[in-house]
Nanobody, 115 residues
Framework: QVQLVESGGGLVQAGRSLRLSCATSGSTVRFTSLGWYRQAPGKQRELVASVDSDGSTAYADSVKGRFTISRETAQNSVYLQMNSLKSEDTAVYYC?????????WGQGTQVTVSS
């Protein structure tokens, strides 16, 4: 049973930084893609950033230049460094992993940015 566990969320003032971590367990496969999504109240879940097994990354336009995604392949872990946080970054952040046609999600961690 694959499990994804996020940590690192919390309440932070605008302009500050947070680092999210996601640890995976229950599988020895090398995930094709690891990433972070977020969902704000009343909005759809959206991709924030992703990193593939070859190291290529993708970012939402709204976070480019502020957020950095990284992965530790050996441990199937993924991180999201969030700098210069804005109030509009407030959301529940979900870790995501994909292998073949299988998608896995974490339970989510709340990030609240106060202005």
């Amino acid at each position: 049973q694959v499990q994804l566990v996020e940590s690192g969320g919390g309440l932070v003032q605008a302009g500050r930084s947070l680092r999210l971590s996601c640890a995976t367990s229950g599988s020895t496969v090398r995930f094709t893609s690891l990433g972070w999504y977020r969902q704000a109240p009343g909005k759809q879940r959206e991709l924030v950033a992703s990193v593939d097994s070859d190291g290529s990354t993708a970012y939402a336009d709204s976070v480019k230049g502020r957020f950095t995604i990284s992965r530790e392949t050996a441990q199937n872990s993924v991180y999201l460094q969030m700098n210069s946080l804005k109030s509009e970054d407030t959301a529940v952040y979900y870790c995501h992993a994909q292998w073949a046609l299988y998608h896995y999600w974490g339970q989510g961690t709340q990030v609240t940015v106060s202005s």
